[in-house]
Nanobody
């Protein structure tokens, strides 16, 4: 069982920055692929970026160069640093983990947090 708790969501203006955090309760987070996803009302949950078991990161095209995924030193916290935010980044952001599969497809993930809201105003 893996528990995930996100925090850090807020309302910011275009061009601003936020850092989202996800506290992970798991015995060894290196056993899991972990990622950030986002969802807006009426739309499917989409992958923002993931970090594989070996530390390799992959990002969705629209956030490349603006968003960065990282882990804390104890590897029990997952971060999403978001810079140069745009109104189209407005969404509920979720962190997720899975032991078996890794990628930007939300359907592959077993464990999910409750989400944190990011709102970017123009």
């Amino acid at each position: 069982q893996v528990d995930l708790v996100e925090s850090g969501g807020a309302s910011v203006q275009t061009g601003g920055s936020l850092r989202l955090s996800c506290e992970v309760s798991a015995s060894n987070t290196r056993r899991y692929c972990m990622g950030w996803f986002r969802q807006t009302p009426g739309n499917e949950r989409e992958g923002v970026g993931i970090i594989d078991k070996d530390g390799t990161t992959t990002y969705e095209d629209s956030v490349k160069g603006r968003f960065t995924i990282s882990k804390g030193d104890d590897e029990n916290t997952l971060y999403l640093q978001m810079n140069n935010l745009k109104p189209e980044d407005t969404a509920m952001y979720y962190c997720a983990a899975d032991q078996a599969r890794c990628g930007l497809s939300a359907q592959w993930y077993t464990y999910w947090g409750q989400g944190t809201q990011v709102t970017v105003s123009s």
